[in-house]
């Protein structure tokens, strides 16, 4: 079935860096873009940046500019979002998203990224 | 960037009540806006797309409206599965944007 299945949840401690993956089934994978939301606990959804899957391009919030990289490896219909340097407050719940034009309709189930020394 | 402010930010009513919920921007958005719930634990899920045009199998109970810079989310009659937090996100320039939630608790 048409779904998002995002990687497991990770602990990394501050200054490390994280990939998380988001594999694609069900649907032509570079027909859509992808999108990554997070959601520290207790707060609300902050978006991070879109690829993409056709032909590669990006849009990072600036914010996270520098230290987020989102990449797709289209033979495996899975998309990435790498976070570098990573400190306390990247401590969040992280989401894919297929990002239609006008919605994000279908989510991963998300991935949980621990930041703690 | 577009700055997304929504109100209220806590919604206490009862089933079978009307729900209204704002969301207004910082600058136009066109009708480039989206309505997304999520209840604990769950990813958010797509309600109301450009606007005013509900995803598919969204109820009819839930309606968008607006244009420009002011945007509503209508619950007409509340159901007890409709007490979650609402996000709306613009569409419209990059980077994208979220609101920061309205909760909608149960009075």
């Known amino acids: 079935q048409v779904q998002l299945v995002q990687s497991g949840a990770e602990v990394k401690k501050p200054g490390a860096s994280v990939k998380v993956s988001c594999k694609a089934s069900?649907?032509?994978?570079?027909?859509?873009?992808i999108s990554w939301v997070r959601q520290a606990p207790g707060q609300g959804l902050e978006w991070m940046g879109w690829i993409s899957a056709y032909n590669g391009n990006t849009n990072y919030a600036q914010k996270l500019q520098g230290r987020v990289t989102m990449t797709t490896d289209t033979s495996t219909s899975t998309a990435y979002m790498e976070l570098r340097s990573l400190r306390s407050d990247d401590t969040a719940v992280y989401y894919c998203?297929?990002?239609?034009?006008?919605?994000?309709?279908?989510w991963g189930q998300g991935t949980l990224v621990t930041v703690s020394s | 960037e577009i700055v997304l402010t929504q109100s209220p930010a806590t919604l206490s009513l009862s089933p079978g009540e009307r729900a209204t919920l704002s969301c207004r921007a910082s600058?136009?958005?066109?009708?480039?806006l989206a309505w997304y719930q999520q209840k604990p634990g769950q990813a958010p899920r797509l309600l109301i797309y450009d606007a005013s045009n509900r995803a598919t199998g969204i109820p009819a109970r839930f309606s968008g409206s607006g244009s420009g810079t002011d945007f509503t989310l209508t619950i007409s009659s509340l159901e007890p599965e409709d007490f979650a937090v609402y996000y709306c996100?613009?569409?419209?320039?990059?980077?994208?944007?979220f609101g920061q939630g309205t909760k909608l608790e149960i009075k």
């Open positions: 996100q613009q569409r419209s320039n990059w980077p994208q944007s």
């Open positions: 069900g649907y032509t994978f570079t027909s859509y873009g």
């Open positions: 600058q136009s958005v066109s009708s480039y």
């Open positions: 998203a297929r990002d239609e034009e006008a919605a994000a309709v279908l």
